[in-house]
Nanobody, 124 residues
């Protein structure tokens, strides 16, 4: 079993920044990719960003490219999502997820474990 705990969400004004963290614990494999997804009210969950085990490969949804940066610290089993130039449309619950394969993936069904989510609200 793997546990994921997100933190760092909150309320911020448009144009502001937040940094989300996601710490993994439990039976993580020795080589795993992680990702961030989000779900806004009344909308389906969507992919935001993902990072490979080595950190050398990343992927972003077009709407956040140039504004969000995903990174990881394998010594701490933690990934981060630095969000800048936030917009009201970024408002959502943000979830981190893990898959027991080192390559990035953008489809949520390829991830095995999920965190409980952290709320990000961007006011206009």
């Amino acid at each position: 079993q793997v546990q994921l705990v997100e933190s760092g969400g909150g309320l911020v004004q448009a144009g502001g920044s937040l940094r989300l963290s996601c710490a993994a614990s439990g039976r993580t494999s020795s080589n795993y990719a992680m990702g961030w997804f989000r779900q806004a009210p009344g909308k389906e969950r969507e992919f935001v960003a993902a990072i490979s085990w080595s950190g050398g490969d990343t992927s972003y949804v077009d709407s956040v490219k140039g504004r969000f940066t995903i990174s990881r610290d394998n010594a701490k089993n933690t990934i981060y999502l630095q969000m800048s130039s936030l917009k009201p449309e970024d408002t959502a619950i943000y979830y981190c997820a893990i898959r027991p394969v080192g390559r990035v993936a953008t489809s949520d069904f390829l991830y095995d474990y999920w965190g409980q989510g952290t709320q990000v609200t961007v006011s206009s």
